[in-house]
């Protein structure tokens, strides 16, 4: 069997069972090991090569975990040659660990639920240079946008917007398409989750979770760029006022 390269989502499980054990590798025979590797033969990413016995097997999650180990700055010994996603895993970790443990875990209750199991791929949910998020991972994006893209999401949003008496607008550069297109515009918005998945969780999207953006805003939003994945409404308004 041709080797899979692990893929973001996937070391972002490990290393946070790798922290969590003191940045210690696991063996093959540990129960978190065990569990770790049936988890990741479930994972809707590599349906073809899941079917080999071997892949993601305890053995090569246990090898991974040592790649990782030896990657963190304070390895005294030699390390080995995990790659530089995984250089990449270690160091946003030791930088934001709590955002990224949130992010596995995250991550472990959506698949727990199945709910990303439900969310089909989408081109967003990579960057534009083809890597995943920073920080969400390709399935937590994935989930994002599948949720965002729920037209009857969408539309209890607008509801709820017009029983406040507000405009139907972006919330980040105001523009309003109905009063640039007329009656062709009325009613056209998007909605973006305020909070990424990774902090909220992936339990049920609450219409007070969502912000209407037109579409550029949105894009802007999602953008994976300068290490950052996600942005709040609030944050690329800011972003906005520096460049105005």
Known sequence: MAQVPWVRDELMLACALVMENDWRELRQSDLRVLELSDLLRSLPLHEAAAVDLRF???????RKTTDIATAH???TGSA????RPTREIVADFLEHPAEMLAAAQALRAGIA????????AHPDEVGEDGEP?????????????????????????????RRLNQPIRCEVCTFDFAATYGPLGADYIEVHHV?????????????????????????MCH????????RTPSSLREEMRTVT
């Open 56 to 62: 993601r097997s305890p053995s090569s999650v246990s």
């Open 80 to 83: 080995t040659k995990g790659g």
């Open 195 to 219: 909070t990424p998945l990774h902090v909220s969780g992936p339990g049920e999207t609450r219409l007070e979770d969502l912000a209407l953006l037109c579409a550029n805003c949105h894009r």
């Open 113 to 120: 639920s199945g709910e990303l199991h439900r969310a089909p």
């Open 223 to 230: 953008r994976n760029y300068a290490g950052k994945a996600w």
């Open 73 to 75: 700055p304070h390895h």
């Open 133 to 161: 998020s920073a920080q969400e991972g390709r399935l937590l994006i994935r989930l994002a946008l599948h949720r965002e893209r729920d037209r009857g999401l969408r539309d209890r949003k607008i509801r709820q917007i």
